[in-house]
């Protein structure tokens, strides 16, 4: 089952103070990968805030009932390698953590002017029939696998 428009708005209320919370973590935390393989909290970060970006300004007020969305050309491998990149090389702390907030706090007030009957409306990417409620619970669940993982190395 979906989740309901309610629900999504308030999953990003909690990115939001989540992110505020990351602004405290160590330069340490900041910079060292969470499990041995993985991503630093810095690019983590920088994930999540480049897929955020992208929803923001290439996808979310395509989302109309009805309407057909090409199917997301950018190769997410290189999209990942770019954002991780950058949260080392071209972001200080500060900078990346206000830049996740501002997108987060964007996505949300949009969310809050699309009318509540658009949410279980279909519409397509490619061939595939969503909802915005479907979509954004998938996006929702990817951002808490990701939240999980720098909470659990942080609070380690």
Same mark, same amino acid.
């Given at each position: ?10 999953q !990003? /209320? /909690?990115f939001?103070?989540?992110? #505020? &919370? $990351?602004?405290n ?5 900041? %910079? ?14 920088g994930? $999540? ?12 007020? %395509? =989302? #109309?009932?009805g309407? &057909? $969305? +090409?199917? =997301? &050309? ?10 991780? /990149?950058?949260?080392?090389?071209? =972001? ?7 830049r !996740? ?11 809050? %002017?699309?009318p509540?009957?658009? !949410?279980?409306?279909?519409? !397509?990417?490619? +061939?595939?029939?969503?909802? %915005?409620?479907?979509y954004?619970?998938g ?6 696998h990701?939240? #999980?993982?720098?909470?659990? =190395?942080?609070?380690?």
């Amino acid at each position: 089952m979906s989740l309901k428009r309610e629900n999504i708005l308030q999953q !990003y /209320d /909690d990115f939001i103070h989540w992110g #505020k &919370t $990351l602004r405290n973590v160590s330069e340490q935390q900041w %910079l060292e990968p969470v499990e041995e393989g993985k991503w630093s909290t810095a690019e983590i970060v920088g994930h $999540l805030t480049a897929w955020s970006s992208m929803l923001l300004e290439n996808r979310l007020e %395509l =989302f #109309k009932p009805g309407h &057909t $969305l +090409k199917v =997301f &050309t950018k190769n997410a491998e290189d999209v990942n390698t770019e954002a991780a /990149d950058s949260a080392r090389n071209q =972001f200080s702390q500060s900078e990346l953590m206000n830049r !996740y907030i501002q997108i987060n706090t964007r996505i949300k007030h949009k969310l809050e %002017l699309i009318p509540e009957a658009h !949410y279980s409306s279909s519409f !397509y990417i490619g +061939k595939n029939e969503l909802t %915005l409620s479907s979509y954004m619970q998938g996006i929702i669940q990817h951002e808490q696998h990701h939240q #999980k993982q720098i909470n659990t =190395f942080i609070h380690a």
